[in-house]
Every structure is written in C-alpha cells, then in structure tokens.
C-alpha cells in the first residue's frame, strides 16, 4: 500500500500540511491510529531483534504489528555514521508498512556527562557540554541557544527529531534526585534559559531542520516531598507548603512563548491543592484546564515513561506509575489519561488495550483524532515525509566536529564556579606553573601540561581533589542510578579530606548534580571549586590559569541538613543562613 500512498494528496510537499494532514487522517484504520498514540524506546542494533535493556520488542514487530512510529532510542553506536545508518533502515522499515508513515525519533539528552539512563545517555560521538546546571552557572541565554542549535545539528545529521528536553523544573527541594537536568532554583533564570534552549533547537519556528523540544515536566516536578522521586512510590506526593504552585509555572509560561512544539506531564501527584490528587499525566484540570484553556498550549502532550504498565527495568521490578489511580486497570487509566488531554502515551506499547477502549465505546474514535491530527501535523512541519534519509557522510563529518567539541569543552571550563580561594589577601588559584601537585579523583595526565605530579601528598606543593556530590544508595538496579537522600559527606570521607588537607594546601573540585552541604569541604579546603561536568582537562585548564572560571552557583548551597529538612520544598532560596547563596562565584 505504501508505494500506491505516493498517488495521494498526503504525500504532495506542494499542498498545505493541514489539508495533507486531513487527506492522510481520513485513510487511517482505527489500529493506525492506535499506533501513533504510543511513543517507547527502541535501541540501536538489528531491527528485527528485540532491545535487551528494557526488555522490548523488535523495532520490526511494533512498526509493523502495532502500527507505532514514535520512538526514543536508547544506547550509543561507536560512530555518527552508524547511527545515521540505522535510522535510515528504520525509515525503510517504516516506508514499507500501511500508509508510509515515517518515524519520528527522539531521545533523552545526550551531551552531557550524567550515566543516569532513565533520564539521559552518555555522550558517544556527540560534542560533550556541562549538564544543565552547568549551563545555568554560566547564565548566558546566547551560550545556551549555540547550545540548542549545535545539539540540533548533530541530532538532525543521525535522524534524532525530537529532544525529551528541556527539563525546567525548578531546583526547590534540594535533595530532589533529576536537580542535574534543571536550570537551578531561579524561575527567572530557568525560563530564560529555557527559552533560548528551546529556540536553539526548534529555531523561530518549527521546519524541517528544526529538532522539536519536549519541554518538561509540566507543571514543575521540584517541589517533591522529602525530596524524593515519583517514579518510584515512595516519592509519589509533590507538595506546596509554601503555597507556591505559581512560581513553578513561570518557566513553562516562557517555553510556550517560544514555541515549545511539546510537553510533557510529570509523574508526580499535587497534594493540598485544588488539584484532583491523582499523577499530572492523568490529571484533567492540570491538561487540560491549565495548560491547554488557561495558558493556551496547542502542541503534544505526551505523557511521562509507563504510566499504565507494571515493568521490569535494568532488572527492577517497577509498578506503573498510576500514582493515585493505582486501583484502575489499564484500560480504566487509558480512558482517565485520554480525558485529561493527552496526545500519547510514553514508555508504553499496548496499542491492544487503546483499541479495546475504542472499540467498546469507552473512548470515541474522534477523541484518537484530536491527537492524530497534532501528531502528524508535527511529522509534515517537520518534513519527515519529504526527506526520509540522511546522509551518512554528513553525520560523520558534522557530529563530534573539532569545531563543536571545542565549543562543548569551552562551555565546561566557563562552568567551573570558583567558591572558594586561599586566605584574604592570598588567592592559591590560579596554580603556578611546575609546581609538584598530588592527584586525587583527577586524571594526572590532565594535570602534566601545566606541572609535575606525585603520589604521595607529602611530597606535593599543591593538591587537587575531585569529589562527588553525596547521596544515600537506594536499591540496586534501575533506583541506584536515582541521587537521593542526604546531602551531607560521610564522616570517613571528612576525614580523608582533611588528612589531604592537612598536608599540603588542597583544591577541592566538588561536582554538584545536587547542593551538596559542602561546610566540612570548605572548612579544610584551601580553594573549593564547584563544576556540573567538566573533564580533568577541562577542569585542569581553569585550575592552572589557562582559563577563567565563569560560572555561578545556580541555587544557593545549604548550610546543613536540618536547613534542608526545615526548609519548604516548593519555595526558592528557603534553606536557612546557606553557605553560599545563589548566583555566588569568584573570579581571578
């Protein structure tokens, strides 16, 4: 049938994509449309096998045997050329199946330095930039728009159209475990930011070179009680003690303002509101009320990963997360999630339990419209019909570019926040050149450009340490990935540090995917700097005087524990007498 669809008026790049959208709409089986309403991952490799991580079908089986065409592709090839090599078989795959449609391929962020898989992928061939609060600690939305429009060169040049991103949730609660995805604590700085992250990679308006933004999670997933997470149960509740919902909209005011082609509800339950108290992905007066009538989004929505089935992840067994709604069936959460004013259902392949919704009355067939016609006007603006390859000497040439991995490693030095250095008066940073220096948590091969490195820190001039943000390790498998819990070093780990510090003047790097309480660092330490995903290089560059730290601290550092504990999990800078405050960064 697909080489017969090039007689219809759908497949005709001349006509408007409304009356192409109409034109394909009115071909469409009920199981076509079913297919579209579900968007999961796949992984590189064979189509016809099934994707070992999440334990998913072939590529092959869903396209063709559930009429799928939206897909987050998990894992990383060696090379651009292979990625770009597999999309295209894909896109063959597609063309051969009913109507031609053509698949729309996304992911999560794949620039960045975290190894969490439920939220983003190791960087591979792509330039490699500081995470996110990195990119809020150099504050500068032109920066962060080259961001966005270099990420949207290379993902375009393997096929990837639509980012799962940004990620604009607000830093409130600091123990909250996805804080390294978000712009910090700062409403204003988050939706500027986000704003011209989403501008880089959809441009003016959405075309077909632009790469579609998934902005998320709307209405703001910080404020988490305890500062737990809700993909898993303990973490279901978001709270407002400070009857602050509204500071958390702030940033998706903006990222509608830009154009913002999608979006997507988190899985998390508002408690205390008016607010029905069931997840947001579910939630009519969230999806419906406030985001489609009160705030006027017009685009996708598509829901956070496995809100309807129970599922076997990394070896984890996790329950959907129906948080609210846990006594419904699937077929009960289809409904409720469809009359909240979704477009799709992410993480999920049970096209099956959607037709019996639709076929048993429950769920009319124009309802599956109202979402057809927003998913394929995307596919159409985004020209997914009109060129259906890449090329895969452009991917190799354009993706991890000298000239785009220079622009990432720039980024990551400008990142380095500079807390903390020597006593008044008598600034150690930057290093002198050729001095002896003691490595710890740093590549010394990083270090060797500018100066001589020892083993033994009684025989250093100068230490440098790098050292990770803490956390509490939660279970094994898919929630080990997860940083949450205490936010305070280990007294072992203290001490260690101050042995180091003791004998010889000490540089402390702390990467900061959280706030950690970093008082016992800066009280040894005799310079402390902070980074969010800097290489040693990087970092060794800044370190010795070869670059500037630029960077400011994105959201206020805790003075202790029982601060964050008493503090109120949706209101900004509420810790008490923090130990540096926001926006707080030295210079040489």
């Known amino acids: 049938m697909a080489d017969a669809a090039a007689q219809y008026p759908y497949q005709d790049p001349s006509l408007p994509v409304e009356q192409r959208v109409e034109d394909l709409l009115s071909r469409l089986s009920v199981e076509d449309k079913a297919g579209l309403l579900f968007h999961t991952m796949t992984g590189y490799g064979d189509v016809t096998q099934a994707e070992p991580m999440f334990g998913l079908p072939s590529l092959q089986s869903m396209v063709a045997g559930r009429r799928m065409n939206h897909f987050n592709v998990v894992g990383s090839p060696g090379s651009a050329r292979e990625m770009a090599a597999w999309h295209n078989t894909a896109q063959d795959l597609a ?13 999560d962020p794949r620039h960045g330095f975290t190894d969490n898989p439920g939220a983003a992928m190791l960087a591979g061939p792509f330039s490699q930039w500081p995470e996110t609060l990195g990119l809020a600690a150099i504050a500068d939305a032109d920066l962060v728009q080259q961001f966005g429009d270099i990420a949207r060169q290379e993902y375009t040049a393997v096929g990837i ?29 988050t939706g500027r930011l986000g704003a011209a992250y989403i501008r880089g990679f959809q441009g003016v308006r959405l075309g077909p070179d632009s790469v579609a933004t998934m902005t998320k999670h709307f209405p703001g997933g910080g404020p988490q009680k305890d500062g737990e997470d809700p993909h898993f149960a303990y973490g279901k509740d978001q709270v407002y003690p400070g009857d602050n919902f509204d500071y958390h909209l702030r940033p998706f005011l903006a990222a509608i303002e830009a154009g913002t082609s999608q979006m997507m509800p988190y899985y998390g339950r508002p408690i205390g509101t008016e607010y029905e108290e069931v997840g947001f992905g579910f939630n009519a007066g969230i999806i419906n009320g406030l985001l489609r009538e009160k705030l006027g989004f017009t685009g996708i929505v598509c829901t956070d990963w496995g809100l309807l089935t129970d599922a076997t992840i990394l070896g984890q067994d996790m329950p959907a997360r129906a948080w609210g709604l ?25 096209t099956d339990v959607l037709l019996v919704v639709v076929r048993d009355g429950r769920v009319a067939e124009a309802r599956l419209d109202e979402s057809v016609r927003r998913l394929l006007r995307e596919k159409f603006v985004l020209g997914l019909f009109d060129r259906r390859h890449v090329d895969l000497d452009h991917a190799e040439r ?30 150690l940073l930057p290093l002198h050149r050729d001095v002896a220096v003691y490595c710890e948590g740093i590549d010394p ?21 790098r050292v990770k943000a803490p956390f509490e390790p939660r279970g094994e498998g898919f929630e080990s990935f997860f940083h949450a819990g205490s936010l305070e070093f280990g007294a072992e780990q203290v001490a ?16 900061l995917d959280r706030p950690a309480v970093l008082a016992p660092v800066v009280e040894h330490a005799a310079a402390v700097t902070a980074s969010y995903g800097t290489s040693d290089q990087a970092l060794a560059a800044v370190l010795f005087g070869a670059a500037e730290p630029k960077g400011a601290l994105p959201f206020d550092i805790p003075s202790s524990m029982a601060a964050v504990v008493a503090s109120r999990s949706d209101v900004p800078f509420d810790t008490e007498e923090p130990t540096f405050r926001f926006g707080h960064g030295l210079r040489y």
């Open 445 to 465: 091969a990083a270090v060797e450009p500018y100066a001589r490195t020892v083993a033994d820190p009684a025989d250093a001039d100068v230490a440098i340490v």
């Open 398 to 427: 354009v993706v991890g570019s000298p000239e785009l991995r220079d622009a990432g490693q720039a980024a990551q030095r400008a990142a380095v926040t500079l807390l903390t250095n020597g006593a008044e008066g008598a600034p």
């Open 496 to 511: 260690h540090l101050a042995q180091v510090c003791a004998a010889v003047p000490t540089v402390v790097d702390v990467y």
């Open 161 to 189: 159209r639509v980012a799962l991103h940004p990620q604009i949730d607000l830093a409130t609660e600091p123990r909250w475990a996805r804080i390294n995805g978000t712009f910090g604590e700062d409403a204003d700085l």
């Open 326 to 350: 846990e006594h419904l069936t699937r077929e009960e959460r289809v409904v409720k999630a469809l009359d909240a004013g979704v477009d799709q259902f992410g993480g999920e392949l049970c």
């Open 95 to 107: 063309a051969g199946v009913g109507w031609g449609i053509p698949l729309t391929i996304s992911t």
